[in-house]
Every structure is written in C-alpha cells, then in structure tokens.
C-alpha cells in the first residue's frame, strides 16, 4: 500500500520458479514476481564440514557405514517427507541399509518415525533434535532427497550443493537450481521411483560425482551473494523507475 500511495511498482521476490508459478495462479503479476537464486556464501560450510564426526555421533550415526539421506525442511503442503520414508524402507527391504536424516522434530518426522516402526526398521528414520542447524544436517548426510513434487526449500538445496552432496528429487525440474545436469530426477513421485534413483546415485559414483560437481559449480554461478545483491538492487531501481513513469 505505502508503495502504491508514492508511486513505486511492488516486486515479489521468490527462490524458485515453482513458488513464482504459485504466486500468480494466486493473483500476482508475471512483471512483480522475480525468481531470484538464494545467497550462499560457501565459505561457512568449512568449519561446519570439520565438525562431521561429532555431528553424526551426536545424531547417532557414528558407525552408520550406509548412505544417509537428508530431507529439506517442511515447505508447503505436500512435502513428501513420508514418500521419503517409504522410499528409503524400500531400499531397505533391498538390501541398501540406508538411513533417512530428517530436520527437526515435527508431526511429519514422527508420521514417518511411526511408520518406520510399524514396518519393523525403527533405526531408519533419524529425526535431527531441535536446535540442529540445516549446515549441521548437511554435513551429517551422504546425500539430499527432495522428495516433493512441488514445492521445495532452494535455500537448502543449494547449501547441500554448496557442501557436494549429491541430490535426487521425485521429479522436480527447476532451471534455476535443479535440472538434469545437476540432480537425478526419479521418473515421478511413487516411492518405488524415487527409491531407484537414490540406489541409482548411491552406486553409480560416476554419476554422483558428476551431477555433485556441475551443482557446486551452478551454485557458485548463481548463488554468489554479491551477484544476487546486485540482480535484488537492480529490481528495486526497476520498480522505482516504473513506478514513476519510466523517469
């Protein structure tokens, strides 16, 4: 309101080109919304990165030897967290003991804790203690699963791109961050699919490098805090200019 009483044109700013596609079903328009990459200075991950081994044994996982998977936090409505879980008791049940690293005691993570444990693998499912922070869990992690097929959290994608963990998602396509030369996508959201991308990642290493290394490198491309300062500076001088007719 205060923008429109002198004269200025409001701009949205999102991560990801899915919320920007939400936000005008919802009744933005395509000129406010900017889909703009989050800000990740890469530099902090080292003193985290150091930290791994008391991290894990915090958490639990000192003498896990399988692949731990981390889950973003809860964004939206369908999260996927639980399509998650399933995939991960599948591959389980297929002989790939991996674990699933939740953030954050939540009604979603004890769903997925009580269903671990009705189908007998209660140690699959490990819900990070309140207090833990995203880096902390990314360090912990072997892996990112971004089990949602709409919305996702971009900044902790990027963060677990930043720190070379391999990501798979049930069927997420965003340019910005998550396209094929940076993740493995499962074909769609069933669990049996996501599943096979995960044991996909996890023994292929060929391809799990290669997809680790082309999201560092996109994340260095579009994540750099200067460069979206910049694009956020040049928004605002955009609003401003056609807020007051172009001068």
């Known amino acids: 309101c205060l923008g429109k009483a002198l004269g200025l044109e409001s701009r949205i700013v999102c991560h990801s080109q ?16 900017m ?25 639990g996982l000192a003498s896990a030897e399988s692949p731990v998977f981390a889950v973003p936090r809860l964004v939206g409505g369908d999260s996927g967290h639980f399509r998650a879980a399933w995939a991960v ?32 693998e209660p140690g699959v499912i490990v819900v990070a203690p309140a207090g833990t922070g995203w880096l902390e869990v990314v360090a912990a992690a072997d892996g990112l699963v971004v089990p949602g097929p709409g ?4 900044v902790a994608v990027a963060w677990a791109m930043a720190a ?26 069933e669990p049996l699919n996501l599943a096979r991308a995960m044991m996909r990642v ?28 910049r694009a956020c500076l040049a928004a605002c001088r955009g609003a401003v200019c ?4 172009g001068v």
């Open 89 to 120: 008791l599948l591959l389980q049940k297929g002989g790939l003991p991996a674990r699933l690293l939740l953030a954050g005691p939540n009604r979603e993570a004890a769903r997925c804790g009580r269903f671990a444990v009705s189908c007998r």
């Open 164 to 189: 070379e963990r391999p990501v798979v998602s049930a069927g997420v396509a965003d340019s910005l961050l998550l396209d094929a030369g940076t993740h493995v996508a499962s074909r769609d959201g």
């Open 18 to 33: 899915e919320a920007g596609r939400r936000l005008e079903q919802a009744g933005a328009s395509s000129e406010a919304v």
């Open 242 to 245: 056609q807020g007051n007719g």
């Open 202 to 229: 996890w023994q292929d290493r060929s391809l799990a490098a290669s997809i680790t290394l082309a999201g560092q490198e996109r994340v260095r491309q579009v994540c750099d805090p200067a460069a979206v300062a």
């Open 35 to 59: 889909v703009l990459a989050p800000a990740i200075d890469a530099s902090l991950l080292g003193a985290v990165a150091s930290r791994r081994g008391e991290i894990r044994e915090r958490l």
């Open 151 to 154: 919305l996702y959290d971009p």
